[in-house]
């Protein structure tokens, strides 16, 4: 059971735009920056989106990323096939003093 | 652009210890901080924990009591140990960059391809 719950799986076809949710607590989400990962099949992860809505040099601007109390959110725009993959959201939790990650959500491009 | 490179050995017996080294190139291991981070077979990320590189550490509370990360600045390497390893420790490993910034929890911006280690008799 993680931290923070993501769904374990959404989808949408090329084009769309999708969300995929991370809900936490007042310890994480609450009162920390979110991150967001992409991890494609057999890869290491990949910082997509870091302190809730920044994107690092590389990443296009279909991925966007959202906080509002304690949850975030990350969309992505014009669905693309190469898209396909994990996506983990992630914070710091002051009551763990530790990193904690969600679940994970599976993208399926249609 | 910074480049990680997990080593260790892939097989490790219940009981033991897990040993891994992450060699740093391109780019100085005193930049950042470092974390190891793993994923179970068709599971989630679980942080492992993280080390500066003067030494000061901060372990995941779940894990805090078997492990050990230390750093070799002189090899730009960092390494793990995780003492008394049964099945449930089998992973694929990744050691991770964070950057010396403010509220830089969560944020690993350099990844290693990862390491899978098993634990086996």
């Known amino acids: 059971q993680s931290v923070l719950t993501q769904p374990p799986s959404a989808s949408g076809t090329p084009g769309q735009r999708v969300t995929i949710s991370c809900s936490g607590s007042?310890?994480?989400?609450?009162?920390?920056?979110v991150y967001w990962y992409q991890q494609p099949p057999g890869t290491a992860p990949k910082l997509l989106i870091y302190?809730?809505?920044q994107r690092p040099s590389g990443v296009p601007d279909r991925f966007s990323g959202s906080k509002s109390g304690t949850s975030a959110s990350l969309a992505i725009s014009g669905l693309r096939s190469e898209d396909e993959a994990d996506y983990y959201c992630?914070?710091?939790?002051?009551?763990?003093?530790?990193?904690?990650f969600g679940g994970g959500t599976k993208l399926t491009v249609l | 652009q910074v480049h990680l490179q997990e080593s260790g050995p892939g097989l490790v017996k219940p009981s033991e210890t897990l040993s891994l080294t992450c060699t740093v190139s391109?780019?100085?291991?005193?930049?950042?901080?470092w974390s190891w981070i793993r994923q179970p077979a068709g599971k989630g990320l679980e942080w492992i924990g993280r080390?500066?590189?003067?030494?000061?550490?901060n372990y995941n509370p779940s894990l805090k009591s078997r492990v050990t990360m230390s750093v070799d600045t002189s090899k730009n390497q960092f390494s793990l140990k995780l003492s008394s390893v049964t099945a449930a420790d089998t992973a694929v490993y990744y050691c991770?960059?964070?950057?010396?910034?403010?509220?830089?929890?969560?944020?690993?911006?350099?990844w290693g391809q990862g390491t899978l280690v098993t634990v086996s008799s």
């Open positions: 991770a960059s964070v950057p010396r910034i403010v509220g830089a929890n969560g944020y690993f911006d350099y």
């Open positions: 391109g780019g100085s291991i005193s930049s950042y901080y």
């Open positions: 080390i500066y590189t003067s030494g000061s550490t």
């Open positions: 007042s310890s994480n989400i609450g009162s920390n920056y």
């Open positions: 302190r809730n809505n």
């Open positions: 992630a914070a710091w939790d002051d009551s763990l003093s530790a990193v904690v």
